[in-house]
C-alpha cells in the first residue's frame, strides 16, 4: 500500500492531535474531565447559560452525552437546567458554578486571548479565513461523498 496523505494533511492532523491534547492536558490540571471541561467552556461563550442543542452542536460531543453529562455539574451544584421555549433546557450556571468557572474554564479562556492577542490583525484575519474556508471546502465535499 502506498502512502495516503500528503505531507501538509499529515502535518494538519499531527497539529490538531497535539492541540486536542493540550487542550485535555488543560482539563486534567484543572481537575475536570474533557466533556466537563467542553460543556462550562461552552456555555461560557453565550455567558451564563445555553441551550442543550447549542452544546451539542458547538461542541460535537453527542446528544447522548450532552443529556447526561450536565446531570454529573448539576449533582455538584455548578449547573443547572431550565426549561426554554417549548422542549428545550438551558443549561445554567449555578452561583457556584460562576465562582468554579472564574477558577477553572477561564484560565484556557484567558491563554487563548493571550495567543491571539499577540498575533497581528492580518495574521489573525488571515487564519480566521483559512480556517473558514477549510471548513466551507470540507463540508461540500463531505455532502457529495456516496451514501
Not at 117 to 137: A, F, I, N, Q
Amino acid at each position: 500500500m502506498g502512502d495516503y496523505m500528503n505531507p501538509e494533511v499529515k502535518r494538519f492532523n499531527y497539529l490538531l492531535s497535539e492541540i486536542n491534547a493540550a487542550y485535555h492536558m488543560a482539563a486534567v490540571k484543572l481537575g475536570l474531565s474533557d466533556t466537563g471541561m467542553t460543556i462550562l467552556y461552552t456555555i461560557c461563550n453565550y455567558g451564563d447559560k445555553c441551550l442543550l442543542n447549542d452544546i451539542i452542536h458547538l461542541s460535537g460531543i453527542s446528544k447522548q452525552t450532552v443529556n447526561s453529562a450536565p446531570r454529573k455539574l448539576e449533582g455538584e451544584g455548578i449547573v443547572y437546567l431550565e426549561k426554554s421555549r417549548g422542549r428545550r433546557k438551558n443549561v445554567c450556571l449555578s452561583e457556584k458554578g460562576k465562582a468554579f468557572v472564574k477558577n477553572t474554564v477561564f484560565h484556557v479562556i484567558q491563554i487563548e486571548n493571550e495567543i491571539y492577542d499577540s498575533w497581528s490583525e492580518e495574521e489573525l484575519r488571515v487564519y480566521m479565513e483559512l480556517e473558514e474556508r477549510y471548513l466551507h471546502t470540507f463540508t461540500e465535499k463531505v455532502e457529495e461523498l456516496l451514501p
